[in-house]
């Protein structure tokens, strides 16, 4: 039982990371004003394209860097379609997210079903050998930890800072944000590329960490869920974190209650992170309160320089 409980613990937070990531670029972007839907493209982007230079040149830290260039150009067509030429943005996001699909396929496509050493665990001596957590909190791969400092550093940027002030004017009120000089095209601009680098990244860690091969599919949605989370966690960093742990706990019940001996048809299990996601979010839904009180006014509106 113990041995389950640390392998729940430990699987929970290896899961969970690639959607904090990813989710933490979207809640940037969203912020800013901008729905993108192209999350789950640009992931399995990420993913590809930091398995192949990983692979090639034997460095985790290229195949990161790599993957958050290759998400940043897909999220700079996002941004050229929707700052540019004003395109519908639920439209330009799901066109971009089937490109980066189709992307991602290309870029894999030498690399189908072959795998690589993941990235190793960071040891921290006697604290990693201590019952439990020892192993689920202190023997992880450094991704997990930067993913957590990374939610704490965005927190920290768009309730402490004046860049995240900007962030959320724009996302309020492009019109007044502009009107007191602050330039609102470039700000969602920088907010949808550096989405789209940790979208990258997220896509990255399930390649070199979390499943250490590449296969078509193998984002398998989490795009999506990543999109759900920010609403989950309405708009709070924090929140969104939480949110994406209890998404990788479920995630991996499957396995859990296998071990347990318990007889629940495996394919029941599998849809269940996403059938408690939508839940979720139908209840979430339904307190308008919370949706009105954090929700970026602007969300999902073009903006005119001319207005």
């Not at 972007?29 to 839907?37: A, D, Q, R």
């Not at 009107?179 to 940790?198: D, K």
Request: proline letters at 5%.
């Amino acid at each position: 039982m113990v041995d389950s409980l640390t392998f729940l613990l430990a699987g929970t937070l290896a899961a969970a990371t690639p959607l904090i990531f990813a989710a933490m670029g979207e809640l940037i972007v969203e912020k800013s004003g901008v729905l993108n839907l192209s999350i789950e493209g640009m992931m399995a982007t990420g993913a590809a394209t930091g398995f192949v230079v990983a692979t090639v040149t034997g460095s985790p830290v290229a195949g990161f860097a790599a993957a958050a260039v290759a998400a940043m150009l897909l999220s700079i067509v996002f941004a050229a379609l929707t700052l540019g030429f004003l395109a519908n943005q639920v439209a330009a996001g799901l066109a971009v997210g089937i490109l980066g699909l189709g992307v991602s396929v290309m870029i894999g496509k030498q690399h189908e079903g072959t795998t690589i050493k993941p990235i190793a665990k960071i040891d921290l001596g006697p604290l990693s050998d201590l019952p439990v957590i020892g192993k689920a909190f202190f023997g992880q791969d450094p991704m997990v930890y930067i993913g957590i400092l990374t939610m704490l550093l965005i927190t920290w940027v768009l309730t402490r800072t004046k860049l995240g002030l900007i962030i959320r004017a724009v996302g309020e009120s492009p019109k007044a944000a502009h009107s007191i000089g602050y330039p609102v095209i470039l700000v969602r601009f920088c907010a949808i590329a550096f989405g789209g680098a940790m979208a990258g990244i997220g896509g990255a860690h399930l390649t070199l960490s979390y499943t250490p091969l590449w296969a078509e599919g193998l984002v398998a949605g989490r795009g999506w869920i990543v999109v759900a989370l920010v609403v989950f966690g309405t708009w709070k960093a924090p929140r969104i974190a939480l949110g994406a742990y209890l998404f990788g706990a479920v995630s991996l019940l499957e396995l859990f209650v296998q071990g347990q001996g318990f007889a629940i048809p495996s394919q029941l299990m599998s849809a269940m992170p996403y059938i408690i996601t939508i839940i979720i979010l139908a209840i979430i839904s339904r307190d308008a309160r919370i949706i009105k009180l954090n929700h970026p006014a602007s969300l999902g509106v073009p903006y005119l320089k001319s207005e």
